[in-house]
């Protein structure tokens, strides 16, 4: 039995001055007739309670215009649904093992805690990846910065790279490897875009990215303005993808929101003064509102920005296509969140963008070098009721198995996550609330999410990382708050998902404000572990120890340059078949929320005790079939070397 | 004959003008405004989520989401976008007047006209459309003789009289 925390009511300072009025005549009234109203209300505010302690049966439809974000309608809420909530009958899955690895002493920093700029509400990505070859998979961890450090004013945080040493130590080796970063990190992915076998990382900042190159002696270069993608502005989760088959990465972009510290949006903090953009009349009117209450601005009412597509040429320097491509997005959405990714299983490689509080964008790639926006016509840019969201996160995972990519978007507080179900020929449903996403997620903010079969079960499940970007959740009746509990969802085979209860003390029962997640098994346990970046707050590493669990089988795909696919095998599909199951991994570079799993491909096979079947669709388009030998092992796969 | 066919013509033109032509591309950018005024502000308009219908030869009824940011809260409840009509108009069978006006799709099933001060003007109830394929925003969609403006899967129909 889920337990609710209850929460104590706090009256806004616009109600208070309105209680103060009618409360004025009332005690003018005898006190017999006054004891008599009490008694009624009495009676009905409890009911309205009651009433109001019961999540909305539906989804929030109507849209809050205005508020600088597009999300459902505003409910008045008795307790708070995202902290608190645990089970004591639920088992544990994830361990909370920070405090005994280096990690603990990472911080992330992002301008002030008040929250002033929407720019100080969205870092930072976090990257699982073995960017020293020895197996064991990595952690990079993006912290943020201040307006103080921007202008050079003091030292800016700095974001970690740690080396995973085994038996869950890790060393930080940031400075040895030289990328610290010490601007304002928002996205991290990874892909090895110089086919050296050694995996590279985009840095997306907030100010000039970065593109580290891997130097294969544990340094890294940032070869960013080398190689002409020193992307400026606001830059968020990037992807990378060979969208022209020529076997080179080619890179994505997002662009956030266009911010000039000289002409700074109105702040919360400046309510009553005039100051600002727009000026703030007296009173605070042109300040930005959230339920009445003055918070940050944006993303709407202010600018966004365009996206960028770098193309690679033959001499390793990448170019900007995003005109010629048709993705230069000249409605300049604020992107958050992209992927390359096989929408159609056309064999070309599609582009998903994640929007906030615009519509998502699908593109299909023509397969002439440009692509089609079916963002409206695929389902996937608005959800079922052409409702623009709050698109903050994407998971990328076929979670019914038939074979086709399906899409989960996190979006703001007050409104649901979805779950885009892939119906085949470029077409997506809104499966959220039959698939029992829907109600649950309403009070949550979501960033970071990304399917994983934690269970090994052969199905997919579903994890979500929360937090909200107004401090003030946690002093007003929003039915939310800050820091919030993640979200753990069990596939239940039928479509459907339930989320899975958290025991109290656990990893699951901690609130956090979530932003990064990234997935991979950092034991070699054959159980996914996480980690996540939290905003202004330490990172949680989380230890996978479900039990029972099935069989495993892990896949390090390599392709062959020589044949037009990337040394990393990024835009592969693997295909795997096992007592009869045929589930699908695909390698995919991004998603998640500015964040990065690791490319290691992970089949839960459930029972099954050894493999059928593996094919790869390589990503220059060709298939080859694979014998492994065993399970609940890692294995090597290298384009050509199939029996098949 | 000529006769016949004179007055052939007048009787078709009413019909005719009933039937509204919806707006795409360069012609809907033609006719939509950037931004609008509204209750003491202006705000721009969501230009993906505008829309216009031309009635007859040269009436046109035009309506577009806008942003609403800067706005307080009590007008953002009600004021999602600007509805401007250059004819008098039907909204599911209720006159409204030429002019410029705020509109909001509200909750419980109701489209609300403000006039330029925010004061309510006239309410209508929508219909609710489960069969839309791809619900928007905000668009003009013709169904049969109808000209109909939808929010997301809401509609009300607009005639001209």
């Known amino acids: 039995m889920m337990k609710l925390e209850r929460w104590s009511k706090v009256q806004s300072p616009e109600s208070n001055v309105r209680l103060r009025r009618q409360t004025a005549g009332f005690r003018r009234w005898p006190l017999s007739y006054r004891f008599l109203v009490l008694l009624v209300l009495l009676f009905s505010v409890e009911g309205l309670l009651r009433v109001m302690a019961q999540d909305p049966q539906k989804k929030p439809e109507s849209q809050q215009q205005g508020m600088g974000v597009s999300t459902g309608s505003a409910i008045t809420y008795s307790t708070r649904r995202t902290v608190g909530v645990t089970d004591p009958k639920a088992p544990t899955i994830f361990e909370d093992v920070t405090s005994k690895t280096a990690l603990s002493t990472f911080k992330n920093r992002s301008g002030t805690p008040e929250k002033n700029y929407i720019f100080e509400t969205a870092s930072g990505g976090v990257a699982i990846f073995d960017y020293d070859s020895d197996g064991l998979p990595d952690i990079y961890l993006l912290n943020g910065s201040t307006v103080a450090a921007m202008a050079g004013k003091e030292k800016a945080p700095r974001s970690a790279l740690y080396r995973n040493l085994g038996n869950w130590k890790f060393e930080d080796v940031t400075e040895k490897a030289g990328v610290a970063n010490e601007r304002w990190g928002f996205g991290v992915s990874i892909g090895d875009y110089d086919n050296d076998g050694w995996p590279d990382m985009y840095v997306s900042n907030f100010g000039v990215s970065r593109l580290y190159h891997n130097n294969r002696n544990s340094t890294f270069t940032d070869v960013a303005e080398k190689l002409g993608v020193a992307r400026k502005g606001w830059s968020t989760g990037a992807t990378f993808g060979d969208y022209d088959v020529d076997g080179r990465l080619d890179l994505f972009v997002p662009g956030y929101v266009e911010i000039d510290f000289k002409n700074l949006p109105p702040s919360p903090a400046a309510m009553g003064k005039p100051a600002g953009r727009t000026g703030l009349i007296d009173g605070g009117q042109n300040v930005c509102q959230f339920r009445g209450v003055a918070v940050l601005c944006g993303p709407r009412g202010l600018p966004g920005e365009s996206d960028t597509l770098f193309h690679q040429k033959p001499d390793g320097t990448f170019e900007d296509l995003s005109t010629k491509a048709g993705v230069n997005d000249p409605q300049k959405y604020y992107g958050f969140t992209s992927a390359f990714v096989h929408a159609d299983d056309d064999k070309l490689l599609d582009l998903i963008v994640v929007n906030d509080s615009t519509p998502n964008q699908l593109y299909i790639n023509k397969g002439n070098g440009t692509f089609e926006d079916v963002g409206y016509p695929s389902g996937v840019g608005l959800n079922e009721n052409g409702r623009e969201q709050a698109g903050m996160g994407l998971a990328v995972g076929d979670y019914d198995r038939d074979g086709r990519l399906d899409f989960h978007i996190t979006n703001f507080s007050d409104d649901s996550n979805v779950l885009y179900h892939n119906d085949g020929d470029g077409n997506f449903t809104d499966v959220t609330l039959q698939a029992g996403l829907g109600e649950l997620t309403i009070p949550f903010l979501g960033w970071g999410t990304s399917f994983l079969d934690f269970d090994n079960d052969a199905w997919l499940d579903l994890f979500v990382v929360n937090g909200h970007v107004y401090p003030a959740a946690d002093s007003y009746q929003w039915g939310t708050s800050y820091a919030q509990q993640a979200l753990l969802f069990r596939n239940l085979k039928t479509g459907r998902f339930e989320r899975v209860g958290a025991p109290p003390g656990t990893a699951l029962a901690n609130a956090w404000t979530g932003r990064g997640l990234a997935v991979g098994d950092l034991d070699g346990d054959g159980r996914l572990d996480l980690v996540i970046n939290n905003l202004d707050s330490n990172p949680v590493v989380l230890r996978n120890v479900a039990t029972p669990t099935g069989h495993w089988l892990a896949l390090r795909l390599v392709g062959d340059v020589a044949k037009k696919s990337p040394k990393d095998a990024v835009g592969a599909i693997a295909y795997l078949t096992s007592s009869g199951i045929r589930q699908r991994a695909d390698v995919v570079s991004g998603a998640v929320y500015s964040s990065q799993n690791d490319l290691t491909l992970h089949f839960g096979i459930g029972a099954a005790t050894k493999v059928d079947k593996l094919e790869i669709q390589w990503p220059d388009g060709s298939m080859e079939s694979f014998d492994i030998p065993a399970v609940d092992k890692t294995f090597t796969v290298v384009q050509g070397k199939g029996g098949k | ?161």
């Open chain 2, 1 to 161: 004959m000529l006769g016949a066919l004179v007055m052939l013509t007048c009787l078709a033109v009413p019909a005719a003008a009933q039937q509204g032509v919806i707006l795409s591309g360069a012609e809907l950018a033609r006719v939509i405004p950037t931004g609008f005024y509204f209750q003491g502000q202006s705000a721009p308009t969501q230009m993906r989520n505008s829309a216009a219908a031309r009635f007859g030869t040269s009436r046109y009824v035009l309506a577009g989401l806008v942003d609403t940011s800067g706005y307080a809260a009590d007008v953002r409840a009600r004021y999602e976008g600007f509805l401007i009509t250059d004819s008098a108009i039907t909204i599911n069978g209720s006159d409204l007047e030429t002019g410029a006006y705020g509109f909001g799709f509200s909750n419980d099933g109701k489209l609300n006209i403000l006039n330029l001060a925010g004061n309510q003007i006239l309410t209508v109830s929508t219909m609710k459309d489960a069969s839309l394929k791809r619900p928007r925003p905000l668009v003009m969609i013709r169904s049969g003789n109808e000209t109909r403006l939808y929010n997301g899967r809401d509609y009300a129909v607009i005639a001209v009289r």
